[in-house]
């Protein structure tokens, strides 16, 4: 079974930075693209960023584009989501997820959820 498991959020007041960490600890899904979901009270689950099983190709949501970042330590099984800039719409829940592609994940054919870890941006 994949174990996908989060950290880093917390609450940090606009314009702050926060880096996400998503460790793979059953290590069986190394070949997959991993990425990054985010979801408020009362929203559907949204896309907001994936990277290939090698790291070469990235998709990041519009609303993110040029204050996110995704990049992944596959020797470390781990995956990061480097924010920047953050304002008051990137509060939420993040979770981590794995599929085959960055395609699939865009797509929500998630193969792996992690827990999620709170995001709160607020003044």
């Known amino acids: 079974q994949v174990e996908l498991f989060e950290s880093g959020g917390g609450l940090v007041q606009p314009g702050s930075s926060l880096r996400l960490s998503c460790v793979d600890s059953?290590?069986?899904?190394?070949?997959?693209?991993k990425g990054w979901f985010r979801q408020s009270p009362g929203h559907e689950r949204e896309f907001v960023a994936a990277?290939?099983?090698?790291?070469?190709?990235?998709r990041y949501t519009a609303p993110v584009q040029g204050r996110f970042t995704i990049s992944r330590d596959n020797y470390a099984h781990t995956v990061y989501l480097q924010m920047h800039s953050l304002n008051t719409e990137d509060t939420g829940v993040y979770y981590c997820?794995?599929?085959?592609?960055?395609?699939?994940?865009?797509?929500?054919?998630?193969?792996?959820w992690g827990q999620g870890t709170q995001v709160t941006v607020s003044s």
């Open positions: 990277i290939s099983s090698n790291g070469i190709t990235t």
């Open positions: 059953g290590r069986t899904l190394s070949g997959f693209a």
């Open positions: 997820a794995a599929a085959p592609t960055p395609a699939l994940l865009a797509a929500r054919q998630v193969t792996s």
